[in-house]
């Protein structure tokens, strides 16, 4: 079985900084429009930003894909 997790990666003063979303993964009903198997452009992600073990990590109370 195939693990997929659900990232955006932002330009932060000239870097590419990847935020994971703390979320269901493939049972968010949002997972499908976003990923369908690789990389999109174009999301927006509301919610509060953490670090554990180096990484960021998003908890996302909305999220908005572009249409």
Do not use: F, R, S
């Amino acid at each position: 079985m195939k693990k997929c997790t659900n990232a955006l990666q932002v330009k932060e003063a000239g870097k590419t900084v990847t935020y994971y979303l703390d979320d269901k993964g493939t049972g968010e009903d949002y997972h499908e429009g976003l990923c369908g198997g690789g990389t999109k452009e174009g999301a927006t992600v509301t919610g509060v930003v953490t670090e554990k073990d180096g990484k960021k990590w998003v908890k996302p109370t909305k999220v908005e894909e572009k249409k």
